[in-house]
């Protein structure tokens, strides 16, 4: 199976068990694997599945969700906010010997500054663990975006004066997951979900109201957002 969006990565099935490969070794992919061949197969009528296609999005746990849509999905949306809001898109920086990567950073006068950490795949809670189709995942997107904010207020400070508090909060996206999937997850950070990113304009309003309420009178003003965009642009 090739991916569409990227034909040099290659999923390879056979009763050996799924093999993935990108630019280099073909490596395995196998975890509980259970296989049952068939020898002889009979389709009638004949030629019943000429012309024939389909496509099927599947998600490797240790790379990520073979569906590159899903930023484009947010990416599509959040483009839609208004010229009053301020949008990054994939920046990145090093940060105590660590890459740094944030998928989404929005900023608003009078509002705050928003780092969105976007993950593909249906995501669910059980038992206070995260899962993302049916498997945990290679990394908390919740410690992601928190290890993300933490580095963006260390390189806001280090490359200005602002010394003072920074009204920065965090949210995650899961474009693909149901709405009501985390509706009594109060504990986690604000969820893009597949119905709020259909009203995203008034789920990023709503976010950046109740930032200026936490943070009191402490919000985001045209000199941070400067600050932000130069920061960000070296």
Known sequence: IFNKNDTSKILIGNDGGIGYKTVGDLLPRNNKFHTAQYYTVAVAPLGMFDDYTTIVSGFDKLVGSWDSTTEQTVYNAL????????????????WHGRDIQTDFIIAKEGGCIQ????????????HGQLFVNGSRPSSDPVDQVIKQKKA??????????FDGFLPISHAI????????AFEDCVDLPPIIDSRSIIYIQDWVA????????????????????EHLKSTLAH
């Open 206 to 225: 709503a976010q950046m109201e109740r930032s200026a309420k936490e943070f009191r009178k402490v919000v985001c003003d045209m000199r941070m957002i």
């Open 173 to 180: 996206a899961f474009p693909d997951t149901p709405g009501e």
């Open 79 to 94: 483009s839609n906010l208004g010229g009053n809001y301020y949008v990054f898109y994939d920046n990145r920086w090093s």
């Open 115 to 126: 780092i969105i950490e976007v993950k593909g795949g249906v995501w669910s809670r059980k």
């Open 152 to 161: 963006l207020i260390d390189k806001l400070k280090q490359s200005g004066s």
